[in-house]
């Protein structure tokens, strides 16, 4: 089966541009999640759905950022009026949390799409 | 305030010289710890989930071990093809158990020279 795919790969967008970002999870994952990786950095968590409900966004930076998942599966990540500190690898990952306390919560990523910003 | 920090910041190796990574935590509501391993221009890649202070997950060359505090990743006689970031994350449970999110650390660049 396919992993997560995400578009565009590469972005670049000039300062106060809006862009959307792209992620297709594994099909019949519940949850999915959008990172920010900066340069030599680990991933930042921004939010998280499972299924269409946006469960935690206390990651997103500011209220430029906005994320949704309308039908539980295919997810958008906009991001208005970009600043250069958007500058940065916007990750997607999916995971099927089973039952149970000791489930694997493993996530699966895709490729990132790199976004810069002139 | 949750944080997760990896030490070293950068490793080299020869091949076959084995050695540990380190991922030291201080978070609240810890519901797992995880290792992925990531690849220059890739998203990382899954390698183990511990759950509880003394618990241990092999794979091939790599073993991961949890105490209350920190996990430790060891590779045994690693391989060039072994070179890559390592990111540890723990998972945290919010106290409404539906918001979740995950922690990642730094990483840790492993180069293993041939």
């Known amino acids: 089966g396919a992993g997560v795919s995400q578009s565009p790969r590469y972005k670049v967008a000039k300062r106060g541009q809006d862009v959307a970002l792209r992620c297709d999870p594994i099909?019949?994952?519940?949850?999915l999640f959008w990172y920010q990786q900066a340069l030599g950095q680990g991933p930042e968590f921004l939010t998280y759905?499972?299924?269409?409900?946006?469960?935690?966004k206390s990651g997103l930076p500011s209220d430029r950022f906005f994320a949704e998942r309308p039908e539980g599966s295919v997810s958008t990540l906009k991001i208005q009026r970009t600043q250069q500190e958007d500058s940065a690898v916007y990750l997607c990952?999916?995971?099927?949390?089973?039952?149970?306390?000791?489930?694997?919560?493993?996530?699966?990523f895709g490729p990132g799409t790199r976004l810069t910003v002139t | 305030e949750d944080q997760v920090t990896q030490s070293p910041e950068a490793l080299r190796l020869q091949e076959g010289e084995s050695s540990s990574l380190n991922c030291s935590y201080t978070?609240?509501?810890?519901?797992?710890l995880f290792w992925y391993r990531q690849d220059p221009g890739k998203g990382p890649e899954f390698l183990f989930t511990?759950?509880?202070a003394g618990e241990e997950k092999e794979k091939e060359r790599l073993k991961a071990t949890l105490t209350k505090k920190e996990s430790f990743l060891h590779i045994t006689a690693p391989k060039p093809e072994d070179s890559a970031t390592y990111l540890c994350?723990?998972?945290?449970?919010?106290?409404?158990?539906?918001?979740?999110?995950?922690?990642f650390g730094p990483g840790t660049r492993l180069s293993v020279l041939p």
């Open positions: 990952a999916s995971s099927f949390p089973g039952q149970g306390p000791t489930s694997s919560y493993e996530q699966y």
């Open positions: 099909s019949g994952h519940v949850s």
């Open positions: 759905f499972q299924n269409e409900a946006q469960l935690d």
């Open positions: 978070v609240s509501g810890l519901r797992g």
């Open positions: 511990l759950y509880s």
């Open positions: 994350a723990v998972r945290i449970l919010h106290r409404d158990n539906y918001g979740q999110n995950f922690v």
